[in-house]
């Protein structure tokens, strides 16, 4: 499936999953202006992520678009991994933001639950604060996610790729953002 098939399919899969999070315009005021997404902003992504791949990084997460809806940001962001066979970094969870992950390329083992040992991390405007951690996630949940598939993170939930297949995964985040920390990458 080509880019622009799947940018497509990707926008028209998740714009209905944040419609269920808008807040109307206050009285008097008026709605902020559309953020596109598009084909050339996609390809663009995918090549710098494939390019910072190299040996010992264990991801590429680009924020390429930010929208200042009035009551909090939404940013899309593409994130490129490459293949493993062990946790693919440090288990994560978010004090706010939830991630909405769209499978574009590749796939892999996604596994959530309870984060164990957690550091507080300061976070960044890529990804926000919240906790970080080497041990393992207590109750995990795993499940095998590929092309055309999603999942949804909430605020709080530990999250870590447990394998990577051959070729790695490129999926398109969208972080809900409740305290406009996140901004475009650079």
Same mark, same amino acid.
């Given at each position: 499936? +080509?880019?622009?098939?799947? +940018?497509? $399919? ?17 009285? +008097? +005021? ?7 997404? @598009? ?13 910072? $791949? ?42 706010? *933001? ?14 959530? =639950? ?6 507080? &991390?300061? =976070?960044?405007? @890529? *990804? ?14 795993? *499940?095998? $996610?590929?092309? =055309? ?6 605020? =709080? ?5 447990? &394998? ?23």
């Amino acid at each position: 499936m +080509g880019m622009r098939i799947v +940018g497509t $399919l990707a926008l028209a899969l998740l714009v209905p999953a944040l419609a269920v999070a808008q807040i109307t315009p206050a009285a +008097g +005021g008026s709605p902020r202006p559309a953020t596109e997404v @598009t084909t050339a902003m996609l390809e663009q992504a995918a090549k710098i992520g494939m390019a910072a $791949l190299k040996p010992g990084v264990s991801v590429s997460d680009r924020n390429i678009a930010l929208s200042d809806t009035g009551a909090y940001n939404v940013t899309v962001a593409f994130v490129t991994r490459p293949a493993t066979t062990v946790p693919s970094g440090r288990v994560l969870s978010h004090d706010k *933001i939830t991630e909405i992950y769209y499978v574009v390329r590749g796939s892999g083992t996604a596994m959530t =639950g309870t984060m164990v040992d957690a550091k507080a &991390e300061r =976070g960044s405007t @890529t *990804i926000g604060p919240g906790a970080s951690s080497a041990s393992p996630i207590a109750n995990p949940r795993a *499940i095998k $996610l590929g092309p =055309g598939e999603m999942q949804i993170i909430p605020p =709080g939930v530990a999250h870590v790729w447990s &394998e990577i297949a051959d070729g790695g995964i490129d999926y398109i985040t969208i972080r809900v953002d409740p305290e406009r920390v996140t901004a475009l990458s650079k």
